[in-house]
């Protein structure tokens, strides 16, 4: 799976998150099972993948340092958890959470890495998305800009060695919805004005977000894969 490919399924799993909520995990199945596939396919057949969307489509539960927990994808070899990747798609209502999103992974994270097992994240997250308040009306447009990138260029300079709270490798993919050229005004109408639109294309956000170092990759799915095999080869 190349980048463009990446982003057709991130573009697939939003749409299904248009179609059946929050709440479902209808979204998830694509998502994760095209990350879980391609990992499969690029690692080779010493290795399987438990994950939702391929095989049985079930998480799997790894034994943390202080509690198990069911992982996003799991990267077994003779039936044993060798890795883990957890998975962050943001679609609306970011600021209220931005901290807690970040601090959860820290916290999931550390508990992973303490058990010896090598943990790597993936967050993704539109460059602007609708912020609802409670009866569904939009109460403003938040955009992701360079303050809240500032946590993620932090962690990317940290040394995954000596920071157990870090991922072995984080992919922060920040991405550009189509623009909606009419006025919305809550979240059946903005659903519905892209569930119309036939030409749904994700794109790569090019705001400028800093120059991120070793432990974090901006925006290139391709690079993270390769490395997160790379590392796994090695294990």
Not at 32 to 39: E, P
Not at 67 to 90: M, N
Request: proline residues 3%; contains cysteine.
């Amino acid at each position: 799976m190349d980048n463009q490919e990446f982003l057709k399924v991130v573009g697939n799993s939003f749409k299904k998150f248009l179609e059946t909520g929050s709440r479902s995990n209808e979204k998830l199945k694509i998502l994760h099972g095209a990350i879980a596939q391609d990992l499969k396919e690029r690692l080779g057949d010493s290795y399987s993948i438990q994950s939702l969307g391929i095989g049985n489509g079930k998480e799997m539960k790894i034994d943390g340092r202080y509690i198990d927990k069911a992982v996003d994808i799991t990267i077994l070899k003779q039936k044993k958890p060798i890795a883990g990747i957890g998975v962050k798609f943001v679609m609306q209502n970011y600021s209220q959470n931005s901290n807690n999103y970040f601090e959860n992974m820290l916290g999931e994270t550390a508990n992973i890495r303490c058990a010896n097992i090598p943990y790597f994240q993936i967050f993704i997250i539109p460059d602007k998305l609708p912020y609802y308040k409670k009866d569904g009306t939009i109460q403003k447009w938040e955009e992701f800009t360079v303050h809240n990138s500032a946590k993620y260029l932090t962690l990317s300079k940290d040394d995954i060695q000596t920071s157990i709270h870090t991922p072995t490798k984080t992919l922060l993919f920040v991405v550009h919805l189509p623009e909606i050229q009419e006025e919305v005004h809550d979240k059946h109408e903005y659903t519905s004005y892209y569930e119309q639109r036939n030409d749904f294309l994700v794109s790569e956000s090019r705001a400028d977000y800093g120059d991120f170092s070793s432990a974090v990759v901006h925006n290139d799915y391709e690079d993270f894969a390769d490395k997160v095999v790379h590392y796994i080869h090695f294990l």
